[in-house]
């Protein structure tokens, strides 16, 4: 069963250069409440873990098959992720926060400079990196871009996800697995599926090799930090991803306006909102056919995160220049971190 918080996670928590890093609450005064977080054992790893790298090279399909659970949405789309968001893995012998994180990518507009700066922003206070490669093709120069911005000192596993599409000639494999190599030279590489959770053993190993010893910073049952809205939200924006094409998936932002539960169902009411009057039409399609799939599709899919039944309804505005509006992105919880 997923363990989402409906709000915000009750921590007691410390800001670390823009991650949200909870203290050992076993060092916290004795009337603050532990929240279920036990001591850790001796010898116990902990750490954050950021994944970076290029867009639609598969961090999102990673972080979901690492913690189990749907938390990130992923598309065929290039650049699907706009928030860092953080996955929990808890192990006998260490916790994993992972941190996703927006592709790296040459931006465009303001939202694209603050995706790019927030996931520099991570990769400057997390313990150790994930580089996330394409394996399936050699390193381009957008890898190189991302690698001279890894920070020189970090822990780094360099990680060639896609390998069940990877050549199959030993040969071609490896001068892959080189290009990146070369990037990194001290990283170690590791092979993985996104879409094969048994692949990722090694590279678990690897990471909970570069971790420091540490305490529990969440509860052992907690998968993400998110709360329940924001991921409501995200899976209709996926919907939308997969549903249209062109200029319209970059377009929109998903805001649930409200969430009503009762015994037997839970009522949410959600806008998107898109920048021009052509991308609405779009969006809601003929006789509404549009917004109506989408519709289908996401309840399905918030069902399977709430474990019961939905009822949704989706409204589209147009907000104009969304993207270029600092105060339209801040209402829309779009911010630069620090
Ligand atoms: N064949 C194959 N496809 C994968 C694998 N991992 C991810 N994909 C696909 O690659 C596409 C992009 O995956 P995402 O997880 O959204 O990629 P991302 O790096 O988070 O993308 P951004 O949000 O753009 O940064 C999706 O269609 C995934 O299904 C894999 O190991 N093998």
Redesign the pocket.
Known sequence: MVNLPTDSVPTVSGELDGIERPSNPSAAPEDLPSYGIPTAPPGFKSGFVA?I????????????ALVGQKI???????????NRLQGILSLPEAQIIWV????IHKPHHRLGEILVHNAQAAMAAVDAILF?VDG?VPAGRGDAFIAERIPAHSPCVIVC?????APKDAQTRQAHQESYQALRPQAPVVW?????PSSLDPLLRATIDLLPNGPYYYPPDLVTDQPERFIMAELIREQVLLHTREEVPHSVAVNIDQVEETPSLTRILATLSVERDSQKGILIGKRGEMLKQIGQAARLQIQKLILGKVYLELFVKVRPHWRRSERTLGDLGYRAET
Do not use: F
């Open positions: 994944l790298g290029r867009p639609n090279v598969g961090k999102s399909t990673l972080l979901n990130a949405i992923t598309s065929p789309v290039a650049q699907t992720t706009r996703d994180t927006p592709g996330v399936s996800n896609k390998s069940d599409l993985v599926s996104g879409l094969d």
